[in-house]
């Protein structure tokens, strides 16, 4: 078994953190892996994933000192995933990213051969998800459409489409991933 780097990443609406949770629940225990934890300029208790939450000052600073083996700013925000959080690799396990998009290149050049994950789902269904979370308007939801659509998934990626039942669109991750063994 070959421990992989497993950057996962989708468009906002896809379900990425669902299905990352279904993954969690199901993920075989012969297969040891570990769930990077990320950095995030965004309070704890913000819902979604559990991540070590920091202001911008003290992530600027962090990423200043090199704290950080992948950071990106999305959306406000600032992600980061320490070299800490990539070491298990190095002890036999894979490793699961939550990534970005739009860091997905700088990613690839600082971390050749790593396996690239994109969830998404049909644009309505991004449409209907943006809409019930209540955080845009619907130009800025259009816009993140628009920026789905014109995303071109690389070579070797897996694409997961999630655009209902959960447990197919994981089933689906979990087997692609598995393949690779």
Not at 48 to 71: I, K, R
Not at 77 to 106: D, E, K, M, T
Not at 153 to 162: H, L, S
Request: a neutral charge.
């Amino acid at each position: 078994m070959n421990p992989t780097l497993i950057y996962v990443m989708g468009p906002s609406g896809a379900g990425k953190d669902s299905v990352l949770g279904w993954m969690r629940e199901h993920w075989p225990s012969h297969v040891p892996v570990h769930w990077a934890q990320r950095t995030i300029t965004r309070v704890a208790k913000a819902g979604g994933e559990d991540h070590e939450a920091v202001d911008t000052a003290e992530f600027l600073q962090l990423q200043e000192e090199g704290a950080f083996a992948m950071s990106w700013q999305a959306n406000g925000l600032y992600y980061g995933s320490r070299h800490a959080q990539l070491l298990p690799r190095q002890q036999g396990c894979w490793v699961l990213v939550n990534g970005s998009r739009g860091h997905l290149r700088q990613a690839l050049q600082s971390h050749p051969g790593m396996q690239v994950v994109h969830i998404t789902a049909e644009p309505e269904i991004l449409r209907q998800r943006l809409t019930a979370r209540q955080r845009e308007t619907p130009l800025q939801i259009q816009q993140r459409i628009e920026r789905a659509s014109a995303f071109a998934v690389p070579a070797g990626a897996i694409q997961i489409e999630n655009n209902g039942d959960l447990a197919l669109a994981g089933r689906a991750l979990l087997q692609a991933l598995l393949s690779t063994i």
